[in-house]
């Protein structure tokens, strides 16, 4: 009787260890498994923005201006004008608050500005695009008057300010203790230790976090479509040539330059996509190659030198 | 013998401003505590100036704007705005996204932090975050052209035939698909692509600050890999990784682009997934630029000062919630 009831109690055990060992088989795998099926759109996306893309590629396509419907050639070098010019000014007006700010969150974490400052700029980075394009047109293009590059890059500079300020905190964390020590002590002043220690042994980190920020950015669209709003007679050449023919100072080509509508390569791929012309669909398959190798080259570029300079800070 | 050094002879108020500014460190001080409460301060201008800006359509619409009702009206020639469909089409897609992101981040996270070999870890991690690189409009190209005609007409289909038959969810089932696969569910699927890797990130880290003892005490008791995984990591993590998937929610919410592009942009009364729809980022994106009379700006951006709350709010929780976490686990524990 009791050798029975055992040996069923047994018979059990086997069976549930095996339901156990089955599920953590299966489960195991499934997560591989949704790992692959996470990362097919990747390669997908990829692959076929590649392989559409390549079709239409020529020189003429970074070197001219779009022609009409219905002819032969032309490019997006006014996009990818734009696309400079906006990022640069992004840049300009991102950069300094950023690395500021940034100075402050490393060395005051704890502070209540420091949380306010941490707080504030996850909530930033939370904030969608388009609502930052709304806020860019009611301070900037609505007072102007009109669209311009200068609202643009400023939308470009709020998406890019909470990246900068994250990537370059982190970098400046890197930096030993005691290079700040030795510095103070020293006799250096705060502000001296910040500006010519500490920054230049984390620069070339934080760099790359500028790229990176860039890089985010020169692929955003929502921002400027009422901030921009693009422009296909934009053309970097024919403005400071004839800025020059004309006597005028740098400032003022500069103004040019920067004083009306701009249009990006995200902008172009949009407008182009939307219409039911074939031609045009296969330029913005160009455009969407062109964007995602520069995108992806500096992405990659930024991650490797970070790797390693994390390996030589730490290691 | 060394002579003592006599100090050198200093302006009176020179060195008294020197020592005020403390050799300029109070200057110091005081920029980075401007930028940094600059950040702040953008976001209050953000928040004000939509409110600001949206007062005429707030004053005339009331809450009447906000609330469901089966035949909204958007009619910029008659001024007469409300924004349910958009804020219906918003919260659709974005839960449904949500509700196919999560299964998959948990699994990608569970996978990256536990169980791949230690050279598989990094370039996992990269090839996650070039996803999230991935412009959206590019998104949104591929969207159009690849992914509605192979896969989402398909499964819209699919589900017309079978989830569209059920009594009561069946609404949400309702046909005809449109042929192109542009609809609701198109959208939702980018969403689900384009909030994986924020989720997986979160989660990814929450995983990898659970400390090791948890996870040696689990397997010591005699629990398979899986079991510890299930029963002891994910309940440890559980609030780090609701403020993720929150974090998700708030990036699809506010998603324009992609969303654009794939989800028909047409204000029809139905409920259903699998027809076209709106959302509030796509209608400010497509009508803002060419809104002509005063009151059509207005409603656009009091459609916008929503998404903005909505955001901030998702935003603070998930925050909130992701923080709990991290101080919860005792530092000496965390490498």
Known sequence: ?315 | MLKPIKPLPKNRWIKRSDEFLRHGDIPWQIILIAMSLLIMVLIIAIGWMLWHDSADARSLFGWGFLTPTSDASWDPVHDNFEAWPFIYGTLLTSLTAIILAVPISLGVAVFMSELCPEWLRLPLNWLVELLAAIPSVVYGLWGIFIFLPIVVTPVSNFLFETAGKIPGIGVLFAGPVPESGVSRLGAAFILTIMIIPTITAVTRDVLLAIPDSQREASLALGATQWESIWKVLLPYGNSGILGATILGLGRALGETMAVTMVIGNSIEGTLSLLRPGYTMASIIANEFAEAVTKLHSQALIEVGLILFVMTLVLNVVARFLVWSVARRIPTEARV
């Open chain 1, 1 to 315: 009787m009791t050798t029975q009831f055992q040996e069923l109690i047994a018979k059990n055990q086997v069976r549930l260890a095996m339901r156990r060992k089955f599920t953590n088989g299966f489960m195991l795998s499934v997560t591989g498994f949704l790992t692959i099926l996470a990362l097919i759109p990747l390669f997908w996306i990829i692959g076929y923005v590649f392989y559409k893309g390549f079709a239409y590629l020529n020189l003429s396509f970074f070197t001219q201006l779009p022609r009409p419907l219905g002819m032969e050639g032309g490019g997006v070098l006014h996009a990818i004008e734009g696309t400079i010019v906006l990022s640069l000014l992004g840049a300009i007006f991102a950069i300094p608050p950023g690395v500021f700010a940034a100075f402050y969150a490393s060395r005051y974490p704890n502070t209540p500005i420091g949380i306010t400052l941490r707080f504030s700029t996850d909530v930033l980075s939370g904030v969608p695009s388009i609502v930052i394009g709304l806020f860019v047109y009611a301070i900037m293009v609505k007072p102007m008057g009109h669209y311009s590059g200068l609202a643009g890059g400023v939308a470009m500079a709020l998406v890019m300010l909470p990246i900068i300020i994250r990537t370059t905190e982190e970098m400046l964390k890197l930096v030993p203790g005691a290079l700040r020590e030795g510095s103070l002590a020293l006799g250096a002043a705060e502000w001296k230790t910040s500006l010519s220690v500490i920054f230049p042994s984390a620069l070339s980190g934080i760099i790359t976090g500028f790229l990176l920020a860039i890089s985010r950015a020169a692929g955003e669209t929502a921002p400027l479509l009422f901030t921009a709003l693009g422009n296909e007679r934009y053309d970097l050449k024919t403005i400071v040539t004839s800025g020059i023919a004309q006597h005028q100072s740098i400032f003022m080509i500069f103004g040019r330059i920067v004083n009306q509508p701009v249009d990006s390569l995200p902008l172009t791929l949009w407008k182009y996509a939307q219409q039911p012309y074939p031609e045009r669909i296969q330029q913005s398959w160009t455009v969407a190659l062109v964007l995602m190798i520069v995108i992806l080259m500096i992405n990659i570029a930024a991650r490797v030198w970070v790797e390693s300079r994390k390996r030589r800070l730490q290691g």
